[in-house]
């Protein structure tokens, strides 16, 4: 069985959640929401940072494993205390929520400049200037107050499971570890080293308000439910006898190492050293926000990092 959490987190920072393959411009987009593998990464990071005194890469990948053999993380969306701004293709454009693309863009994301620093200089690095989206910390309502800017989601915990030695244990304020809260701070995406990424916990939730219905939590079955003309809330494995209405695109990603490889680093420092080296292999999904015509036989289940598949009874694995 597996006990789920609802989760707000409050944006300290800036938030850019890049994807890949992109060149061509300067500009470095950002994902307007936050996928679950970024969750797995940096519950993966505090964690072993944790339990580890001087951790090593060999660390980081064992605690990586563990977390995602026994954590769940739905994608995470903004959300402003009424609406959580889930994407739909539901009227054959692009919705957040209830704003059309631009005026949700217009409210929520901005960019800015930057440009890396040689260490030995102090001078700027050559042609090392860009131009980074991001997920605004700070938005103005509708009243013209300034408010800061929360994303919401859900994270499961299998039962009984543990970390290290330490059982890990879902309380009121959040999910521990040896007294530790796992979930207290967390460092998401890309560009940290210019401060952005800082999320902290606001609040975890009784009653179940991210809009995701599980279907069977027995076991490593992890089954969720789709009515019909309802948007997808994270990547679907593309399915080529699928009818829908939304978009397709290809998903690569950057890590420390490929967790799905489950293969060893080159040296105990690579994880410290070489982040981003590794890069998974590219496979093409339904974005969030597509409608999937589903068949009764379809049955849909949610992995380790918030990707779905589409499981056709009528088929032979």
């Known amino acids: ?61 064992e605690v990586g494993d563990k977390i995602k053999n026994n954590f769940r993380f739905s994608y995470f969306y903004l959300y402003d205390d009424k609406t959580i701004y889930t994407p739909s293709f539901a009227d054959d454009e692009l919705k957040y929520g209830n704003l059309l693309l631009p005026e949700f863009e217009h409210k929520f994301i901005g960019s800015r400049v930057l440009t890396a620093i040689d260490k030995n200089s102090g001078t700027a690095k050559d042609e090392s200037l860009h131009e980074v989206e991001f997920i605004k910390d700070k938005y103005i309502d509708e009243n013209g107050e300034v408010k800061t800017t929360k994303i919401i989601g859900c994270i ?68 969720i439910e789709i009515k019909k003309d309802q948007p997808i809330i994270s990547h679907l494995q593309y399915d080529k006898s699928l009818q829908f209405r939304g978009d397709i695109e290809p998903i690569t990603g950057r890590g420390y190492f490929d967790i799905e490889k489950n293969t060893e680093s080159e040296s105990e420092n690579e994880y410290k050293k070489n982040p981003g080296k590794s890069l998974s292999k590219i496979n093409y999904f339904f974005s969030p926000g597509s409608i999937i015509k589903l068949e009764n036989n379809n049955t849909v289940s949610l992995n380790w990092n918030g990707i779905l598949k589409v499981h056709n009874s009528n088929k032979t694995n």
Do not use: C
């Open 156 to 223: 499961w915990v299998k039962e009984n499971s543990k970390l290290g030695d330490y059982e890990v244990q879902i309380k009121n304020d959040g999910i521990f570890v040896n007294n530790f809260n796992l979930i207290e701070e967390l460092t998401l995406g890309g560009e940290q080293g210019y401060g952005f990424g800082l999320v902290e916990l606001e609040s975890t939730l009784n009653n179940k308000v991210f809009p995701i219905e599980e279907k069977n939590l027995n076991g490593d079955d992890f089954l």
């Open 1 to 61: 069985m597996w006990e789920r959490i609802d989760v707000i987190f409050t944006l300290k920072s800036p938030l850019h959640i890049g994807y890949l393959p992109f060149k061509g411009s300067v500009i470095s987009p950002t994902r307007y929401y936050v996928p679950g593998k970024n969750f797995w990464g940096a519950i993966t990071k505090r964690t072993t940072e944790h339990l580890y005194k001087d951790p090593h890469g060999s660390d980081y990948r």
